[in-house]
Each structure stands twice: as C-alpha cells, then as structure tokens.
C-alpha cells in the first residue's frame, strides 16, 4: 500500500510516527516544540536533523520507569541508552540525568559518553574487535562492564588488566539462537554471524569457565542481543530463558552469576502500515516473567537485570529535514511516478540503501494542495539507490524550494552519515519549549578540505 501519512494535524495528531511535539500550525507550516521549521532552515540550512528534547527525555523515562516498576521486589534493574543508534555530549548527558547508563561500542562513543560527565562506573562497553586502546580506557575510567565477545577476548582483556594491576569487569555475550529483527543484516543471535558465543555449541560455557580461572578478570555477568528492529515480545522472552539457563548451568558448577543483560533491538513505527510496537511496559513485563520462573524453578536468587534501548528512546523523537529540488515525472511499468529530489541523501540515512528500511516524508512548509501522486524521494548523490522514501504519497503541487521531511531518523541517520561525493554532514538542533540551538555543528566543506593534507 502507497504510504500517504500526512504531517501532523492542527490538533496535533502525529499517528505515532511525528514526535510528540510536532505539529501543523494554523498557517499550514509545521512546528516542533513551538519552533517553525521554516525558522530552523533559515537559521541552520538543510539538510538538519531536527531533535525534539523533551520527547527523546521522555522515552527515555518511560523506560527507566517500566524496568524500575517490573524488578523493584527483585534484584533491580538498569538501563543502558545504546549510544550506536545516536550518541553526542547533550543526548549522553539527557540520557544520565533521566538516570540512564550508556552502552558504547567503540573508544569514539566511550569518550563521548566521559565528555557529557558520565561516570564510567555507568557506562559499558561492546564490540566485537576491541583495540587495545579501547580497553586500557575502559580500565582506566573504571567502566561497569565489558563485554566479552569471543575466546580471544578473554585472553586480551586479561593481559590488559593484569598489566594495569586491575580485575576487569566482565560479561559473556551469548549467541541464544533466537532469530529476531527486520532485513537479516540486524539478526544477531543466529550461529553464522560475528556476534557472541554460541550457547548451542558450548563455546559460552568454555569462556565463562575460562574466565572464572583468570585471576585478573570479574566474572559479573551474562549478555544477550538478538536482533534490531523488533515489533513483538516474543523472542525477547525466549531468548531470556535460554541465557537463564547457562546462569542455571553455572550455578551447578559453581559458578555465581549476579548480572543479566538482555539487550535492546526495540522495534519503532517508520510508516503508517508498519505495526505499533509494544510499550516499554509490555517488554520488561515479558522479561521480568521470564526471572520471576527462573528464579522459582532453580530456587537461585535473581540476578539485577540490564536492557539496551536505543533506537526506540531516539528515532521517533528526530526528523530530517531537507530542500526540495528537481521534480521529475518517470513513465515506469506500473504506471507514473514522480521523482522527487532533496539536497541530502544516502550520506545523512543510508538505511534505506543498506536494508531498504522504509520511510515516510510529507511537505511542512506549507500545505501543498493537489491531487495524492505516487513518489519516491531521492537523493543528490551518484547512485541510483540513492533513496530517502522509496514510495510515498505526495501533493502534486510540491514546489522545487518546498522543505520536506522524513520522521523517525534519530537512530543511524546521523550515526551512519557518510561524506560521500564530498557531501559535508548536517548538524543536529535540539528543539525545547520554543527555542532552537545546535548540539552537534553542521559540517562545512573546509572541515574536509582541513584533513586532506596532500
């Protein structure tokens, strides 16, 4: 079905795709948190991604209080903002004064997450390859967990702590076999891909064993992930009791096992024929039914509980808007469409490109009248899947100069941006109670030209 989701209404309906704080002035432009977009184009340029402040601290709330509510008469539990999905100074330090912790998954976001004034007693640490260099910092800053993705990392994240005299804290990443998520690049728990260790195999009982001999290693707990864009509590709830059941089998070697991570990979609405995703609520009721037999068939005590969210605290609270160009009409087999040209592209969203993520776009500088035509939203870039909206409805009267924009871009937009074909990559401004200001600065041409030192 051709997407024909319209910019939100006067009344503020968004159908769960918008931001919150999105909405159609009576003038028929669009404004977020009380600032018009037309006034963030003038001041700011596009492409820009465009944040809603007290939707992302929201969502991050809604998380913190689910979890908080499900474990409260258990072990507890944490929250980790998986800072992949979108990480800067202000969205890691919105996230700790919401009172959540920060995931990292490289030395870039880890010293991102210590610039914000996060302790790195709330901050984690992932990877599949860690450097050296990620560790030694970890160590250094006396983060609460790395996570230990393969046997070779038992032996290097050992050395390094024994070298700087420490006991690092560590998890073991499971490979549980639960397949879960959207395109197959973003299922992480099947046997034939980089992530964790196989529980199937016994390669995660080997390294915890392994890791219970290492005198410089503190063995705290178990992880697991199992996909990314997940619209259902299903598999979160089998995965969960396969990781329960290596704690169990640790237990009867011995072995205490306090932690438990159960990982993000939170689905969200992009489109409106997309299914609306259970609420915080829903998943860590899932999870914590999950401990509760746990803890009732083994008798152990429960272990404090930790989850990952990321692009469900971020990406329906962000928006990328753009400058319409070239309009093109194409004849194709199925009849008319319109190209419609933006001045962005796969170097501000590659997942349309990369997973053929799909999308929704509407006109928000104006009402644009006319009859609905079948469109695609294209980018500038040389590559003909260089596409932003794959298939959209759009008023026949969009105007080269219009300004468009593309909801639920928080997670991997800017993250994944590229310079590609020299392309500088927009800015990120923060949108709160009617004022706008900048929180990551819009690249220029110079700051590529001062790299290349030919």
Same mark, same amino acid.
């Given at each position: 079905?051709?997407?024909? *989701?319209?910019?939100?209404?006067?009344?503020?309906?968004?159908?769960?795709?918008?931001?919150?704080?999105?909405?159609? *002035?009576?003038?028929?432009?669009?404004?977020?948190?009380?600032?018009?977009?037309?006034?963030?184009?003038? $001041?700011?340029?596009?492409?820009?991604?465009?944040?809603?402040?007290?939707?992302?601290?929201?969502?991050?709330?809604?998380?913190?209080?689910?979890?908080?509510?499900?474990?409260?008469?258990?072990?507890? =539990? $944490?929250?980790?903002?998986?800072?992949?999905?979108?990480?800067?100074?202000?969205?890691?330090?919105?996230?700790?004064?919401?009172?959540?912790?920060?995931?990292?998954?490289?030395?870039?976001?880890?010293?991102?997450?210590?610039?914000?004034?996060?302790?790195?007693?709330?901050?984690?640490?992932?990877?599949?390859?860690?450097?050296?260099?990620?560790?030694?910092?970890?160590?250094?800053?006396?983060?609460?967990?790395?996570?230990?993705?393969?046997?070779?990392?038992?032996?290097?994240?050992?050395?390094?702590?024994?070298?700087?005299?420490?006991?690092?804290?560590?998890?073991?990443?499971?490979?549980?076999?639960?397949?879960?998520?959207?395109?197959?690049?973003?299922?992480?728990?099947?046997?034939?891909?980089?992530?964790?260790?196989?529980?199937?195999?016994?390669?995660?009982?080997? =390294?915890?064993?392994?890791?219970?001999?290492? $005198?410089?290693?503190?063995?705290?707990?178990?992880?697991?992930?199992?996909?990314?864009?997940?619209?259902?509590?299903?598999?979160?709830?089998?995965?969960?009791?396969?990781?329960?059941?290596?704690?169990?089998?640790?237990?009867?070697?011995?072995?205490?096992?306090?932690?438990?991570?159960?990982?993000?990979?939170?689905?969200?609405?992009? *489109?409106?024929?997309?299914?609306?995703?259970?609420?915080?609520?829903?998943?860590?009721?899932? +999870?914590?039914?999950?401990?509760?037999?746990?803890?009732?068939?083994?008798?152990?005590? =429960?272990?404090?509980?930790?989850?990952?969210?990321?692009?469900?605290?971020?990406?329906?609270?962000?928006?990328?808007?753009?400058?319409?160009?070239?309009?093109?009409?194409?004849? *194709?087999?199925?009849?008319?469409?319109?190209?419609?040209?933006?001045?962005?592209?796969?170097?501000?969203?590659?997942?349309?490109?990369?997973?053929?993520?799909?999308?929704?776009? =509407?006109?928000?500088?104006?009402?644009?009248?006319?009859?609905?035509?079948?469109?695609?939203?294209?980018?500038?870039?040389?590559?003909?899947?260089?596409?932003?909206?794959?298939?959209?409805?759009?008023?026949?009267?969009?105007?080269?100069?219009?300004?468009?924009?593309?909801?639920?871009?928080?997670?991997?937009?800017?993250?994944?941006?590229?310079?590609?074909?020299?392309?500088?990559?927009?800015?990120?401004?923060?949108?709160?109670?009617?004022?706008?200001?900048?929180?990551?600065?819009?690249?220029?041409?110079?700051?590529? +030209?001062?790299?290349?030192?030919?």
């Amino acid at each position: 079905m051709l997407e024909t *989701t319209p910019a939100p209404e006067p009344d503020g309906t968004t159908e769960g795709i918008w931001s919150l704080n999105t909405r159609r *002035t009576d003038a028929g432009d669009v404004e977020v948190a009380g600032v018009r977009v037309l006034d963030i184009a003038r $001041e700011f340029g596009t492409p820009t991604y465009v944040l809603d402040e007290a939707d992302i601290r929201g969502r991050a709330r809604a998380w913190k209080t689910a979890m908080d509510d499900a474990f409260a008469d258990l072990a507890g =539990a $944490e929250v980790y903002y998986a800072g992949k999905a979108f990480l800067s100074k202000a969205v890691a330090r919105w996230m700790a004064e919401e009172g959540l912790n920060i995931d990292a998954a490289s030395e870039g976001e880890l010293r991102t997450a210590l610039a914000a004034g996060v302790p790195g007693a709330r901050i984690g640490l992932h990877g599949n390859n860690k450097s050296d260099a990620e560790i030694e910092l970890a160590l250094d800053e006396g983060i609460a967990h790395i996570v230990i993705d393969s046997l070779y990392e038992v032996d290097q994240v050992a050395r390094l702590a024994a070298a700087r005299g420490k006991r690092a804290p560590v998890y073991v990443r499971l490979t549980t076999g639960v397949h879960a998520g959207g395109h197959d690049f973003i299922q992480t728990a099947h046997e034939d891909q980089k992530f964790g260790l196989s529980v199937t195999t016994g390669a995660a009982q080997a =390294a915890i064993e392994e890791i219970t001999r290492r $005198e410089s290693l503190d063995f705290l707990g178990l992880h697991s992930h199992i996909g990314s864009q997940i619209l259902s509590t299903d598999g979160f709830g089998k995965a969960a009791k396969v990781v329960l059941s290596v704690r169990q089998w640790a237990a009867e070697q011995g072995i205490d096992i306090p932690e438990v991570d159960f990982g993000g990979g939170y689905g969200v609405r992009y *489109t409106s024929d997309d299914d609306v995703p259970p609420a915080p609520s829903d998943f860590a009721a899932i +999870l914590r039914e999950a401990v509760r037999e746990h803890c009732q068939e083994t008798g152990l005590p =429960a272990p404090r509980i930790s989850i990952e969210p990321g692009r469900s605290i971020v990406a329906p609270a962000m928006m990328t808007l753009y400058e319409v160009g070239a309009i093109k009409d194409v004849q *194709t087999d199925t009849g008319r469409r319109r190209y419609v040209s933006v001045d962005g592209g796969m170097s501000d969203n590659l997942r349309p490109a990369l997973y053929d993520a799909q999308y929704t776009a =509407a006109i928000v500088s104006r009402v644009a009248n006319g009859e609905i035509v079948r469109s695609r939203v294209v980018g500038k870039h040389c590559e003909s899947g260089d596409i932003v909206v794959h298939g959209v409805g759009l008023p026949s009267g969009v105007e080269s100069g219009d300004l468009l924009a593309v909801p639920v871009t928080g997670a991997y937009g800017r993250s994944m941006g590229s310079n590609y074909n020299m392309l500088a990559r927009p800015g990120v401004v923060a949108v709160h109670d009617g004022k706008a200001y900048e929180i990551v600065r819009r690249e220029t041409i110079a700051d590529q +030209l001062a790299l290349d030192v030919g």
